[in-house]
């Protein structure tokens, strides 16, 4: 599917998601879409083949909303380590809040879990985000903003630390606020550790 989607496709893809929280994916049918989109059954079959390709529009349209989201608090001009915290929370944590307070929140997120999307595109998105906050660390050291040597780090092995610990934390967060809290104390240890000139 086409990273970038007509204005009708957003709005179904907006639809199902919240009949997909309120009520479950396995309930959901593509009529109970239609209707909620203001469409025909026939447009919506013409846009996608399945509720199983719906299913992978729309974790592909949520990953690259979030990917774009935290790829511009990187480049937002914030102190590296706020910029850091804020990209990570775009991420992996803006969507807590939908997923923990909605009736089938936790079912949406075990279907995204088990439904990496078609052609690993989710999958695509969780390697871009590794690579954007490894180069935005190399970057920051380059201009010395950052010292990963003195502690015998790499920004690629910085990254990926971030990353599996903010994932960890989503998993524990009961909120998207908790989230946030969390992820500041993670990266003020990488802050303490990495400060230039320290």
Known sequence: MSSMLDHGSEDLLKKALQL???YGYRKTTMN????????????LYSRYDN????????????SRQ???????????????????????????????????????????AAAWRARPGPKGEVRGYDLQIGAALAEFLHRAEALGEIDLGAPGLTAPDVAETLILGACGIGEASRSSDDFARRVEILVRVYAGATEAGG
């Open 20 to 22: 997909f929280l309120l």
């Open 32 to 43: 109970d879409v239609a209707v909620a989109g203001a469409v025909s059954r026939q447009t």
């Open 51 to 62: 509720k199983e390709a719906l299913h992978d529009a729309l974790i592909e349209t949520i």
């Open 66 to 108: 979030a990917f774009e989201r935290g790829l511009a608090e990187l480049s937002a001009g914030r102190p590296v380590w706020q910029a850091v915290a804020a990209a990570l929370f775009h991420w992996l944590g803006k969507a807590i809040d939908d997923l923990n307070v909605r009736p089938h929140g936790s079912e949406i």
